[in-house]
């Protein structure tokens, strides 16, 4: 069940990031809509369950996306190998730790992807525009990241609480 869910909400995500954000007048630069996706299923997700979800959606992004292959895929893992990292030493249910960390996510993939774009196109955006796309893609996740953060740690309680349910019930079923 959980990866029918994954499934679904990733799908929705990209749709909502492709189709429907760019038709936003009032949005300029939004950040990636996948990375507190990520943030979420690497901070409190097991591996076996999280890591083939990190892999599709960097390659369905890839093909969405017209840029170079890879670019997605390879920043989404290794967020998810930082994110995975760094909930051992912080404790990843905090609100304020969990936008600090989608803050870290956004300036990450933004230097990853500028990076890339002037390797490939030999210095494409100056130093100016690279500052107001990020601080500005900074300013939706500090109006938008306290409601994310708030949505994924009701997520693990949620699927805490249902895991911890089946297991009670697989115990009971076995002992009986």
């Not at 989404?76 to 990843?92: P, Q």
């Not at 938008?144 to 949620?158: D, F, S, V, W, Y």
């Not at 089946?166 to 002992?175: G, K, L, R």
Request: one cysteine or more; a positive charge; proline letters at 3%.
């Amino acid at each position: 069940m959980s990866y029918f869910i994954y499934i679904v909400s990733s799908l929705c995500l990209v749709t909502l990031q492709t189709a429907l954000i760019p038709r936003l007048g009032f949005v300029g630069h939004f950040f990636d809509l996948l990375l507190p996706w990520v943030i979420y299923l690497a901070a409190f997700r097991p591996v076996h369950e999280a890591l083939p979800f990190v892999v599709f959606m960097g390659a369905l992004m890839d093909n969405l996306s017209g840029g170079p292959f890879g670019l997605f895929l390879t920043s989404y893992v290794w967020l998810y190998i930082a994110v995975r990292l760094a909930a051992t030493v912080v404790r990843a249910e905090n609100a304020m730790v969990l936008v600090l960390i989608i803050i870290a996510a956004v300036v990450f993939q933004n230097t990853f992807f500028f990076m890339a774009i002037n390797m490939a196109l030999g210095g494409g955006h100056t130093t100016g525009e690279v500052i107001r796309v990020v601080s500005e893609q900074i300013g939706w996740v500090l109006l938008t990241g306290p409601l994310i953060a708030l949505g994924m740690r009701q997520a693990k309680r949620l699927t805490s609480r249902r895991t911890r349910k089946v297991v009670e019930s697989q115990a009971a079923t076995h002992v009986g």
